[in-house]
Structure formats: structure tokens, C-alpha cells
């Protein structure tokens, strides 16, 4: 934060600056207050790419505070890589969350663009099936001793396993010889769930042991102290007012995707999502949605239970194959494009501009955004919403980034869809619930989720990086896919064994998994869903050490 | 706010008093911001019942804002009914949103138990069109003059209103003049909750001023404290452990209703528990569900969204016509029989007897106990659910115990809808978030929920006594009905001014409720839908005048 001078130069200044009133930032939070405005004025434009900062003692006098309040606002911004300190140069504006149109600079940083369909910064991103095993594992993990002893948070006595699964009898104490047999029902994620096992592999769960606990409930407390007594009462079904500014504030933020907070709605996750769609579609005479394949079992069982045909559509190292999306005659597709479920594959720009002209010509696509924020070795790509808002119907959720107890997602639908949507979440349940909306909107508001996203970022880089060593060292033939970003990662093996024999097996010795035939129609072949992300590193290779026994077993 | 000097002696003054620092005041929020310090020290008992505030002149001058700034707060306090303005007196402490423990006298503490089937308590507590006024409504009211200023909670500037409402231009600018102008769609009350107005007789809120804040956030920092990580990831689609219980032993407590946890299913309120019902109903091949006449509007709007038939059938002063409802060939019911909404009619004995055997001849009830724990007068009926377990499937919720904002009820169906009604939660939400689950599992367990509810029957007490006061003293020809328990009355009036009418009248003089035809398909007298226990009394006794001025102007 050198070069103070030179930074001053051209800078805007004093109390001017962005109309700051330090007024309006509650006690003890000055900190987080600036830095939340700044990043506003990042992401809706007031403050742009190049532009400087002004000296942390300038801003400070002007504001009339400790200068460490400045010194420390800048900091979270540069955790977040919108800044960088330039010695002489100053603080300046180094990335913009996603800016449409604009054209800044090299890989890693900033992200690449993809406004306009067709930009070509998205191949720079493209997705690497990481074959990459950075040499056998390493003998010299820590913690080796067992731990992540995942004992199921909702046991219950009489009927551990929930209705749906099998017709037939067994049940949970069978767990491993019948989870794995015949066609998955609805109610199989709660059954394997509720499967007693050491190592849980189930991909889908950041760590949760990472939950900010004392700040969601340092927000807690401020919401209950400040909200009326009307904000108690049936609130607005299209979510609070509140959430829906700060979402779209994240959206522009972190996803590229600028919306006017009216065009957010809150649901209960991307499966209320989904549910809310399934009558909105067939209103609209749409009565088959397309799926990647892979692709998720548990959308498919969604869309399904909703009356909605489901053809099946490959995915190669580009993505969705567009020719045979065409094919299929749906007017709708449900897609993972910046982290496809379950490969990991990130679409390329190329098949984006493919995916585009579909949609142009009449299609809707369905964007499951579910963990696009969580990136490793290349930056994230930014959202088709941004790209063609009339055709693209973008679903997210706080699932992955704090916690799927929180039952928390939102919608952004094409305009012409949007009443209908309210109206199905008016008739759903009136709107979710208040308080954790207002929570949660606190947490986005003054940066605290993207803190946590990068404490995140850290520790799953690790367990991902554990895991990846392990199944060098213990699985034969290992490929592993995806694991650039995201909590998940898939891996095939050597030899024929059909990979429920292996899941099934896997449980037997204590570890929980997903088949990839769980998520396919399409042949293909075996392989394992592993989640790594809520899962000590040295449980990991505890784990797929079990998992590499396993395998020998059946071999 | 005279009487400065007797005020000021052993009041807390100065910036010391609550240690209120201004600074953290937001720009152009501060009587907002002082208002809810209050509320919180009285909350938390920093400032205790019959303790003063400060002089407005004394603050003013301490926090250096202007004398407004205090006097405004003050005023919110009062319309919450925390202080009272009294001349000499003072402002004092009088009403603490929720003492854990007193043991205030009279009547309805410790419930009676309804727990043996048949129980004839229930023919005891028939119910009573409560006729009854106590005499001319007194003059002598404290405060005339204008509380209970109830700006909407949820603005959004562009789109206050939301879709669904009529097709028509206007929005809420217009609202008096369109709200109750045709057919009501899925969106009037949202329209009517955004729809301003000083005074707001919406049924169906309890007092949520008194909402136990305190104790919540005590039962959220214990949740938090002790949830392990994996409790923070996907639940249990039946709902938490811990809530079943609590629910199923407060059903016992409360209602009569002997159920075992792994019976009860957690929904995000009634309107969701009506949503899973459509699907299963529809596919046990029930078409149609018969609904009272009176009934709700809300949920004749919900079950014909479902794709179901909902033919009336006549209410009298025995409750259902169990000879109409026959007539219909309906094979399910919605009924409220613990206190029918709106009329607020307690189903007599013989009228049960009956309806239990339509229903055991292959009727379905269900039986929405949305307010029965509200009873002043008499004692509760216990739920029908108790009696015929088989035949009924149970709905109730926290809306009217603590807030709808929560979005927490529960479902007790009958054994052989269960599984259909946990996958269809499934499909809808994959389960209601967790932790809002185990803060009320807190609540109910700790028996904190009686106590509140202890508390609120006797605000709620001397508010309905207020608004019959009232009534019978502005409303010309005025007669109360349905009195004896709930959260609201209705009432008809002389002369045939349509109800419609008169509720877009009364809007236009800043008093919001709901017209009695609103709820009816069938013919009657007009009249009005009036909730009171959200309201103070002082407000109460203003609002209803400012209703009998409303239909003088019509008549």
C-alpha cells in the first residue's frame, strides 16, 4: 500500500467518494461495512477495472476512522481478488466479479468473459480431465488415524431408511447388499444417507465442519433485534427483499449474472426448484427436459416424478453434445455447464455458442449453477444466464456454499416465466421462511460467504488433492475426472466389475460412495461419484485405502 | 410526554443509559434504530415492567438527535404496547414481550387434557355466537390518537403487488378501489398485505410483537452449539428427529392426539401440507374435497390449483352439515371443527358423532387445528385426529402459535397416505430447513411455547374485548360472532352495503380486512372478517371507528 502519492493521483477522494457515509455502519463492523461497498461499486460498475483506490490514510481521515479500518477493508478485497496493492501504483480495481462486455486480461485472474455468446476467453478455461496424478502418493499424511466417524445425524428408530426404496425387504441393516441392487427409487439418497459407514465419500457436501457457526448466529442476533413485528407475519412469497438485493448482488458479483433483484426468487433449494418448474413448464406445453448423461439421478427422479419426459443426452470433453440434444426434439435441457454433474467437464465455448443457437431457436435451458463457485486450478466460467436471459432459467443455492440444512436456493427465470413461478411458490408454501433469509442475506452483504468460500477453496484444494494421491496409491487403474473444481470427483478403474458391486462392496468396508451408473442410462463405463470436500485429508486416504480393498475383493 | 421532571428522577439517563451509541445508527433509520434498542432492552430485561424511559428532551439532547427522533420511537413502543405515555407519569415499561416463568392468575393456564377419546368436554365448549357485548364501549381510552401505523413490511418498489391478482392495471396505488373488486386471485392477499394502511385487521396473525425473541436466539445459539457438522447436511425429508418428538408430545399435551414421532411429517406450513395432499389424494383417485361454506378462500384457492373439486357445503351453529356434505359424493373434507374459520364455530358433539361416521363409512377428514390452542372463554375441543385415527389426517402449524414467518407445521395422516406424503415432501423440498426445526424442538420441549401462548391468550383477551367494545360501539347494527377463541371475529351490520364494499371503504380510510364473502360461495349476509390480536387496543378501538365512519359513508 506504498506509493500513496502516485495513487491519490486521479483517484476519487474524501467523503465524495462513492457518496460514503460512514453513518450508516453498525459499531465494531466499520471494516466490513466499507468493504462491502466497495465491492458493490465493483460489481455494479461505479468503480472499474483499473481504477485506483484512494490511500488508505486519505480514505481514512476523510471517513473519519482508524486508518487499520481501511487498511483492513482492503485486505478482504484483495483476499477476494477484486484488488491488488501495487507498491507505487496503489490499490487498484483488478477484477471485476464478471463484467459483460468488457475485455480484461490473462487467465487466473478476473474472469474470462462470456457475455456475448461465442467469446472465445471460455476455451482458455476448458476443462482438463485431470488424468494428472502428480506421482504416487506420498506416505507421509497426517492423520492417519480415523476420523470422520459420520455417524447419521437423523437416526430414527423405527424406519431408518424412509419409504421409496426397495419393494423388497432388508432395509438398512442390509444396507450394503441392497442399496446397491436393481433401479434406484426416490428414496435411495436417504437410504444410503442413513447407511452406518466410517468413511462418507457421498459427493455434494462442502465441510461442513467449516460452518460459521458464531457468525451465523452474530447475524442471527442482528436480524432479531432489527426486524418488526410485521416482519414476522406472512412475509412476500417471492422471498424477502432483502435476500433478493443481496443475491443479486453475488450473482453480479461472483456468476456474471446481472439481475434486478425483482427478477430473483427464493425457493427451497434447486429441488423446489425444480418442482416449481415442472407445472410452469407443462403450462407452457413443454413435456420432455433433456439431461446430460451422465447426469444427476437425483434431478432425473425429479423431473420424472413431475411428469416430464427425460431423454438422455452424451457428454463429451466439450460438454452437452448439441447435435443430439436437436435430436432428442425437447424444448428444454437441464444443465451443469460450469461443473458438469457428475463428470466435472466444463463446457467449452464452442458447444456454448452451439448451446446458445439452440436456445435461439426456441429452446430453454435449465442452469443448475449448483458449485460453479467452487474452483481450483482454473477460473471459473461465467454463467449462460448472463448470456441470453430470455432463453436460460438459472438455479442456485447455498447448499454448497454453507450448507444444504439450510434449505435456502434461488431461481432467475426468463421473464415469461417468471409469475407463473410465483404463483407455484405462493401455492408451494407461501414463501420460505423469513429469519434465515434475512441471515443469510447479512452474510452476503458483508462478505462474510465469500470469507467462508475462500477458507473453503483452501481446505477442499487439500482433501482434494489427498484423495487424488490416495487412488493413485490404492485403486488399480485409477482415471480420476473433474477435480478442478467443485467437491466431487469421478474415477474409473481397471477391470469389469460392475461399479454398484464395488459401491455395494465399498459399504461393506465401511464406506460410502455413488456409483456412476447411478447417474447414466447411456453405456459407459464403471465408475465411482467420490465427494472429497466434507472429509479430513486423512480420513480420505484411510477411506480409499478401504475403497482399493474393496475393489481386490471382487477383482 | 409532559411530567419531564417527575419522569426524569431514577430514570436511567444520558448516553450511558443502555450504553446507546448513535454512531451505529443508520442514516435516516435512527427512530427505527432506537425503537428496536428499546424493544430488545425490554426484551432482555434491561428495562423492566414499570420502569421509565428517560425525559424525549433528556435523550434527545444525550444522543444529540432531535427531540423527534426520540419521540417517534417512543411512539412504536406504544403501538407495540411495551410503554404507555403517562402524563405526569412518564413513559413507562408496561408490557415485556415474554417472561419465561410468571404466573400470571386466571383461567387457562394448565390446559386441560383432551387425551380420551370422546371426551364431552367438548359438547361443554359448543360453541357460542358470541352476542354478547359488555355494554356501550367506553370513552376513557388512553392514547387516541393514531397508532398502529402498519407500513407494509415488504416494499419493492417495482412490483409491490406481485402477478396474480387481477388483470386489470392499478396495482397498489389503486388498491382500495380493486382489491375486492371480482373474483379474488391466487394473489390478493398478497395484495392486501402490501396494500397500506394504518390499521390492520387481517385475520390469522397472533400478536407478533410478542414474538420471544430472547428466548429463540438463547434456543439458536444452544442448536448451533450443539448440531454436529453432519446435522448441518441434507436431512431427514420427514423432518428432524427432535421436532417429531417435540410435536407428537405437544399434540398429547395439547390436543389430544396420541401419536408416535415417526407419525408426524415437519411441512413448511399448512399451505405446503395442502400442496403433498393434492398428488396423494389425487392418485388414492379423490377428486373432489368438500370445504365448509363460510370457509377459507386460501385454501379453496390451494385445492383448486391441486386440480381438485371443492364443492361448499352449508356451516351452521353445530358446525359442518354432515346431511349436505353427504350429498356432495365428495370422499374428503377440509374442515377447521376446533373453531371454524371464519365463522369461529365449535362443532357440536352430535355433529361430530356424525362426521366420524360419514367417515367411517370411507370419508377422508382433514382436520386444519390452525388456531385451537387460542381459546378464552371455554375450553378446547380435542382434535378429531384423536378419535379416528384411520379416517383423519391432521394439520397444524406455528403461524398462530408463534409467527408465519417461520413456515413450520406438521402433518399426521393416516397410516396409509404416510410413505406417498414423505415422497412428495421429498420431491417438493427434500425436508424443511434443520435448524429453524431444532430451535422450535427447543421451544416446545422447554415448555417456553405454553408459556408464550399463556401470555398471548391474555393480550389477546383484552384486544378481542376491545374490538367487541368498539364494534358495538361505531358499527351500526353490529353483531360479533365467533368470539369465544381464535385470533379473529366476524360481523354483519345493518343494511345490505356489500361487504366488498365496505372492505374497500374501509381501505380507503386506512383500515385493512377481509370481506366474509371472500370466504363464501354459498348465500349470506355480508359482513366482515376482523383479526384482532395483532393489534394493540387502544389501535383497535381507533380502527373500528374509522370502520363504522366507512359504512356510514355507504349507506
Redesign the interface.
Known amino acids: 500500500m506504498s506509493g500513496m502519492n502516485e495513487a491519490a493521483a486521479g483517484a476519487p477522494q474524501g467523503s465524495d467518494f462513492l457518496q460514503l ?1 460512514i ?6 463492523g466499520k471494516a466490513d461495512w466499507l468493504a462491502g461497498r466497495l465491492r458493490r461499486a465493483i460489481a455494479d460498475g461505479r468503480l472499474t477495472v483499473g481504477s485506483r483506490l484512494p490511500p488508505t490514510r486519505v480514505l481514512a481521515a476523510e471517513l473519519r476512522v482508524s486508518r487499520g479500518v481501511v487498511t483492513e477493508a482492503y485486505r478482504r478485497l484483495a483476499e477476494d481478488g477484486h484488488v491488488e496493492g501495487r507498491r507505487r501504483g496503489g490499490t487498484v480495481v483488478v477484477a471485476v466479479p464478471v463484467v459483460p462486455g468488457d475485455g480484461a486480461g490473462e487467465a487466473g485472474r478476473g474472469m474470462p468473459r462470456g457475455d456475448s455468446p461465442g467469446a472465445d476467453a471460455v476455451d482458455a478455461g476448458r476443462a482438463v480431465a485431470a488424468g494428472a496424478f502428480p506421482g504416487p502418493a506420498t506416505a507421509d499424511r497426517v492423520n492417519g488415524a480415523g476420523h470422520s466417524v ?7 428408530a ?2 431408518p431408511v ?3 426404496l426397495f419393494a423388497g425387504p432388508g432395509g438398512v441393516r442390509t444396507a450394503a447388499e441392497t442399496l446397491f441392487t436393481g433401479e434406484p427409487g ?2 435411495v ?2 437410504a444410503l ?1 442413513a447407511a452406518p459407514a466410517r468413511f ?1 465419500f457421498t459427493p ?2 462442502p465441510d ?2 467449516a ?1 460459521p ?1 458464531a457468525a ?2 452474530r447475524a ?2 442482528a436480524v ?3 426486524l ?11 422471498g ?2 432483502a435476500l433478493r438485493r443481496a443475491v443479486a448482488d453475488w450473482l453480479a458479483r461472483n456468476r456474471g449474472v446481472r439481475v ?3 427478477e430473483v426468487l427464493i ?3 434447486t ?2 426448484a425444480l ?1 416449481l418448474l415442472h407445472t410452469v413448464l407443462r403450462a407452457d406445453g413443454i413435456d420432455a427436459v433433456a439431461l446430460e448423461d451422465p447426469g444427476s439421478l437425483g434431478s432425473r427422479q ?1 423431473l420424472r ?2 411428469g416430464l419426459a427425460t431423454p438422455p443426452v452424451p457428454v463429451d470433453d466439450d460438454g452437452i453434445r448439441v447435435d443430439a440434444l436437436r435430436a432428442t426434439g425437447a424444448r428444454a435441457v437441464l444443465l451443469t455447464p460450469a461443473h458438469q454433474f457428475p463428470t466435472g467437464v466444463v463446457t467449452s465455448g464452442e458447444r456454448r455458442r452451439a448451446l446458445l443457437r439452440w436456445a435461439q431457436d426456441g429452446g430453454l435451458i435449465l442452469e443448475d449453477d449448483y458449485d460453479a463457485e467452487h474452483r481450483y486450478d482454473r477460473p471459473p466460467v461465467p454463467a449462460l444466464r448472463g448470456l441470453l436471459a430470455d432463453r436460460v432459467c438459472y438455479l442456485g443455492s447455498v ?1 454448497k456454499l454453507l ?6 436456493g434461488w431461481l432467475v427465470p426468463p421473464p415469461r416465466h ?2 407463473a413461478l ?2 407455484a411458490k ?11 433469509q434475512l441471515v443469510l442475506a447479512r452474510l452476503m452483504d458483508s462478505g462474510g460467504l465469500e470469507r467462508h468460500l475462500r477458507l473453503l477453496r483452501g481446505r477442499h484444494r487439500r482433501r482434494r488433492d489427498a484423495m487424488i494421491d490416495a487412488l493413485a496409491a490404492h485403486l488399480p487403474g485409477a482415471v480420476v475426472r473433474g477435480a478442478a473444481a467443485g467437491l466431487h470427483l469421478t474415477v474409473t478403474y481397471a477391470g469389469d466389475v460392475p461399479d454398484t458391486d464395488l459401491a455395494a462392496a465399498a459399504l461393506a468396508h465401511g464406506v460410502k460412495c455413488q456409483p456412476l451408473s447411478w447417474h447414466r442410462l447411456l453405456p459407459g463405463r464403471p465408475g465411482l461419484v467420490l465427494g472429497y470436500a ?1 472429509t479430513p485429508a486423512g480420513a480420505i486416504a484411510d477411506g480409499v485405502a478401504l475403497l482399493g480393498k474393496a475393489l481386490r475383493s471382487l477383482s
Chains 1, 2 share one sequence.
Open positions: 457515509d453513518g450508516s455502519a453498525p459499531a465494531g459420520a455417524a447419521d445425524p437423523f437416526p430414527d423405527d424406519n424412509g419409504p421409496g426416490p428414496g439418497f436417504d444417507r462418507d455434494g457436501r461442513l465442519a460452518f457457526r451465523y448466529l442471527e442476533r432479531l433485534g432489527e418488526s413485528a410485521d416482519g414476522l407475519g406472512y412475509g412476500d412469497p417471492r424477502a427483499p434486478e433483484p425483482r425457493v427451497s433449494g429441488a423446489q418442482t425429479h416424478n413431475g447448499s450448507a444444504p440444512a439450510l434449505r435456502i417468471r409469475d410465483i404463483d405462493r401455492f408451494a408454501d407461501l414463501g420460505n421462511a423469513v429469519l434465515p466434507a
